[in-house]
């Protein structure tokens, strides 16, 4: 006969659990709602706005025509990040590993991201004296994981700040990418979180700088997939510094 103190304690541990998922599930469709209402309801404003009669006045027809597709872009951008992770959690990653250069993709990502850092005066930083750091990895996937990282870091980070990617030997056959900015950095509690899909640090109901909601989502599948670990640091008000491993190749 079961013991009724481990009976109980069981229970109660099942019942957290179901709990856990239970607000995961309803956090989940929310923030999913709200990242699809937003640009579907500003692409139907605008849009009913043109049927309504501003279609007569060609200045405000480009205008919000603009507006409302930079709105269906944003729907479509999410859609198909929704699509991708879906894609990884059922699928799983296929890696196609080789030998390159981190410093080159490193280079590359900041000179696709170098407008967007420009319009928040965000200096771009590379913290490597090496010109040459080859790793094993599925390089496409790598560079996806900087561009979200970096682009996070210049959409987080405060104006005139600086966005900062070092690379660090840690152990004889590991590097350490580290992407680090000063811009209000995230609090301890969310750290847990910050890699679940649609999790928002700010629940205000708003959300300025826009994305799909699935890029540290996405970034962590992808490490995963490479066996490698990522790390979330951040003094809240400070900055935050986002980190994942490599392995190195001679």
């Known amino acids: 006969m079961m013991d009724l103190k481990k009976f109980s304690k069981k229970s109660r541990t099942e019942i957290k659990s179901m709990q856990e998922k239970e607000n995961f599930r309803r956090d989940f469709i929310g923030n999913l709602a709200h990242e699809l209402k937003t ?57 196609e590993k080789s030998k390159f250069n981190i410093i080159s993709i490193i280079n590359n990502v900041f000179e696709m991201l170098e407008l967007q850092a ?48 070092t690379v660090e030997d840690i152990v004889k056959n590991k590097v350490i990418i580290r992407i680090t900015d000063n811009g209000n950095g995230i609090k301890k509690t969310h750290f847990k979180r910050v890699f679940e899909r649609f999790y928002r640090i700010d629940n205000s109901g708003s959300r300025s700088s ?41």
């Open 39 to 95: 640009p579907l309801f500003t692409s139907q404003s605008y849009l009913l706005t043109l049927i309504d009669g501003a279609l007569k006045d060609e200045q405000v027809n480009l205008k919000y025509l603009k507006i409302a597709e930079k709105a269906i872009e944003r729907l479509i951008f999410i859609v198909k990040d929704l699509d991708l992770i879906t894609q990884l959690e059922t699928e799983g990653l296929k890696l």
């Open 118 to 165: 420009n319009k928040k005066q965000i200096s771009l930083f590379l913290g490597s004296k090496n010109k040459i750091l080859n790793v094993n990895g599925d390089q496409e996937k790598i560079h996806q994981v900087l561009t979200n990282l970096i682009e996070n870091s210049i959409k987080y980070g405060k104006e005139s700040g600086t966005s900062e990617v």
């Open 210 to 250: 826009g994305g799909s909601g699935l890029g540290l989502a996405i970034v962590k599948h992808i490490i995963d997939a490479h066996n490698e670990k990522i790390y979330v640091e951040s003094d809240f008000g400070v900055g935050s510094e986002f980190s994942f491993t490599l392995e190195k190749s001679n």
